[in-house]
């Protein structure tokens, strides 16, 4: 991938526009926040869902370029005197998107959005890791904005399309529950072009495929996998007994003979 060439198509100009991002204020003291003004927001164009302090308000705005004409929508919700919360997505053209595809292209690009905000926003860069949601890779970043205000942020690229979550507040240090809960309530809803979630995991077939190889320490891999996805406590039981199992059988090295293996052809 050219860096050079997304520089001035995304960096400076595309990502962020002052519609999608107010300004805030200085510092006031502490507001307690409530936690009734937590409210799903859905958005069926953008195929995602997230917690919002508030009804957020809609902003739509379409850049020309010269690889087309790309529609920004953001929806953002400010608290007076404590934190603005936003999310943003826009899709990317099908000729750009064809030039991202290798884990070392889409870290490249997410690197160069994170610059590209950093330039819109004028922000510091402070610190940054990579994340990811549901196998799509992502970037986490923290930002001085000026005397007392921070951004954080994340990104994902999904597909063809470019997710933007941020708050911006001078109260960082009494939001950080606020903040957080936020950015794990993001969810992708599927439905769109670009943006289908990927099929989830046939854990049955993986243990029994793990089992079958009498390959002890990938099976108990699976059965920890199980064990997140499942809110039942008696199937939780279940998996954490049979995992005891698997655990003698790694300890003794034991070989099972294939007979005693049920399934196992």
Not at 59 to 87: H, K
Not at 178 to 205: D, E, H, W
Request: net charge negative.
């Amino acid at each position: 991938m050219n860096t050079k060439v997304l520089l001035p198509f995304l960096l400076t100009t595309l990502l962020v526009s002052d519609s999608l991002v107010p300004e805030i204020g200085h510092a006031e003291p502490p507001i307690q926040v409530a936690q009734s003004i937590w409210k799903p927001f859905s958005s069926a164009a953008g195929n995602f869902t997230v917690l919002m302090p508030g009804t957020p308000s809609q902003e739509q705005d379409t850049v020309n370029t010269q690889f087309g004409s790309l529609n920004l929508n953001g929806f953002s919700v400010e608290r007076p005197n404590e934190a603005i919360y936003w999310v943003a997505y826009f899709d990317l053209p099908g000729e750009l998107s064809n030039r991202i595809q290798t884990s070392g292209q889409i870290n490249e690009f997410l690197n160069a959005v994170v610059q590209g905000l950093l330039e819109s926003l004028e922000g510091q860069l402070l610190n940054q890791q990579t994340i990811t949601l549901n196998n799509y890779s992502g970037k986490e970043f923290r930002t001085q904005h000026g005397e007392g205000v921070v951004g954080r942020y994340r990104v994902y690229l999904v597909n063809q399309r470019v997710y933007l979550l941020g708050v911006i507040t001078s109260k960082e240090n009494y939001l950080q529950k606020s903040i957080q809960g936020f950015f794990n309530s993001f969810r992708l809803t599927g439905g769109a072009t670009g943006t289908v979630s990927p099929p989830p995991p046939n854990f049955n077939a993986q243990l029994r495929q793990a089992v079958c190889n009498q390959n002890w320490s990938q099976a108990m891999n699976v059965v920890n996998r199980m064990i997140g996805q499942t809110d039942s406590q008696e199937v939780r039981q279940q998996l954490f007994d049979y995992k005891q199992k698997l655990q003698g059988f790694a300890n003794s090295n034991a070989v099972v003979p294939a007979s005693e293996l049920t399934d196992c052809s």
